[in-house]
């Protein structure tokens, strides 16, 4: 059974910056794939950023040149950096991970961390 814990969401103004971590236990990370997700009220649960074991990073449009994913396999713990924050951004923020075993896929979430931002 994966755990995964996030932490890092608050309130902040708009163009300010909130660093997102999320650590998990219960699987060889380093051979996760990891992502974060959000979902706004009224909205379906989106993609924000995700990296995959070798390190293959997608993002949203929406977040492009304005938040960075990283991992430390050490610490088996994947981050988001979110930089020039826009109301916009507001919601709750999902880590997710995606563990392969025996050709099967098995997907992991998190309880969620509020973002919220100020204009």
């Known amino acids: 059974q994966v755990q995964l814990v996030e932490s890092g969401g608050g309130l902040v103004q708009a163009g300010g910056s909130l660093r997102l971590s999320c650590a998990a236990s219960g699987s060889i990370f380093r051979r996760n794939a990891m992502g974060w997700y959000r979902q706004a009220p009224g909205n379906q649960r989106e993609l924000v950023a995700d990296i995959t074991s070798g390190g293959s990073i997608n993002y949203a449009d929406s977040v492009k040149g304005r938040f960075t994913i990283s991992r430390d396999n050490a610490k088996n713990t994947v981050y988001l950096q979110m930089n020039s924050l826009k109301p916009e951004d507001t919601a709750v923020y999902y880590c997710?991970?995606?563990?392969?075993?025996?050709?099967?896929?098995?997907?992991?979430w998190g309880q969620g961390t509020q973002v919220t931002v100020s204009s």
């Open positions: 997710n991970a995606k563990v392969s075993i025996y050709s099967t896929i098995y997907e992991y």
